[in-house]
């Protein structure tokens, strides 16, 4: 079945450094999203990237999605203790099944 | 609009017990899912609906059973819990883009 892959598992910085995290899934999929998850909290929708090659930004989040639509990128710039969380990516396969990643844990040191 | 409700919040269940996992969901998403997550690890795909009356299952459905006699409900039954069993549960809808997630279930198995 597909697996989706992130790394690195777990991350520290301090603040004011870049932050990125890579998803590579085993199928080619039609889509990847991408969730933040607060300690103790439930998943909160970030992005969806849809195109070959797709690159989204958001204030300080950078989104890249592969040419070959089995990988993708989130690069946090210049982060911030309100960054701490969890981020997981999520592929779209068949019939609407979605598979999260491994998630990349996100510490940030004041 | 309430979004995506689950009950209970938290359960203690003695091995062997079975219990019934509420979901309900009023945005009208065809798409429902039910996701467990173990500590510090990510979320694993349990079983997952496309409509009402259609469910399949996903990476780790053993030990658990779904309907969705209504697009509005997705309720997960546990059958004879085990320690394994003890994980935090999120319900999750969507309409085929931004996926929307409860705010978990925590059961412990003792």
Redesign the interface.
Known sequence: ?QQVMQIPQYQHVQEGEDFTTYCNSSTTLSNI?W?KQRPG?????LI?LVKSGEVKKQKRLTFQFGEAKKNSSLHITATQTTDVGTY?C?GLGG?????????T?LQVIP | NAGVTQTPKFRILKIGQSMTLQCAQDMNHN?M?W?RQDP??????IY?S?GAGIT?K??VPNGYNVSRSTTEDFPLRLELAAPSQTSVY?CAS?T?????????SWLTVV
Do not use: C, R, W
């Open positions: 079945g999203q969730y909290g439930h998943p909160v929708f969806q997981f999520a019939y609407q099944k979605v598979t999260f990643g491994t998630g844990k | 798409y899912y996701y510090g690890m990510g979320l694993k795909l997952y496309v399949d996903g990476e999120f969507s085929g883009n931004t996926i929307y997630f409860g705010e978990g």
